[in-house]
Antibody, heavy 122, light 111 residues
């Protein structure tokens, strides 16, 4: 069974840093790009970042560019989201999602984790 | 801020057909990028419903169908059922952001 399990969410203060992890199983991890998508309380979905299967190509939403860094460890089947200079508006559930097609972006997100909650508040 | 516009809500009686529109621009849907649709039941993670404009993943009932024309796309739900009550989001890739953009979301209510 294909599964994604996020972890690392927490209550933190503005300006602090946090690292999220997403452990994958049930598919050939290195062949699929991975994505982070977030959802603020009561709001819609917002794409945050994508990373290629090799980890060599990364993309970011303008709202997090320069503050967030996506990476992956294919030996551990895990993708990470390092978040720094966190703001109140970064408060959200953060979902990890698998790209549907091999070696591609844009093909749709066919498997999602349950999400991990990040709350930024003083 | 989303660049894909959806109606905030649609409703229908059980058994009826409802459609949800998704309006983009020439830099996303109109640039010939595929449109995908996601269903989010209350309190759960999103689920892929339609990919590449009109393709259903395995296990998705054929009551759900998608289409695309120009810079817009639509999701149709026929034979509406109570378990279809959820939020629905369209999404596509955009080169201007080098990333996905999601629609504003539509809440479907079964009367």
């Amino acid at each position: 069974e294909v599964q994604l399990l996020e972890s690392g969410g927490n209550l933190i203060q503005p300006g602090e840093s946090l690292r999220l992890s997403c452990a994958a199983s049930g598919f050939t991890f290195s062949r699929h790009a991975m994505n982070w998508v977030r959802q603020a309380p009561g709001k819609g979905l917002e794409w945050v970042s994508s990373v290629s299967g090799s980890g060599g190509i990364t993309f970011y939403a303008d709202s997090v560019k320069g503050r967030f860094t996506v990476s992956r460890d294919n030996s551990k089947n895990t993708v990470y989201l390092q978040m720094s200079s966190l703001r109140v508006e970064d408060t959200a559930i953060y979902y990890c999602a698998k790209e549907r097609a091999l070696y591609d972006f844009r093909s749709a997100l066919d498997v999602w984790g349950r999400g991990t909650t990040v709350t930024v508040s003083s | 801020q989303s660049v894909l516009t959806q109606p905030p809500s649609v409703s229908g009686a059980p058994g009826q057909r409802v459609t949800i529109s998704c309006t983009g621009t020439s830099s996303n849907i109109g640039a010939d990028y595929d449109v995908h649709w996601y269903q989010q039941l209350p309190g759960t993670a999103p689920k892929l419903l339609i990919y590449s404009n009109n393709q259903r993943p395995s296990g998705v009932p054929d009551r759900f169908s998608g289409s695309k024309s120009g810079a817009s796309a639509s999701l149709a739900i026929s034979g509406l059922q109570s378990e279809d009550e959820a939020n629905y989001y369209c999404a596509t890739w955009t080169d201007s952001l080098n990333g996905y953009v999601f629609g504003t979301g539509t809440k479907v209510t079964v009367l």
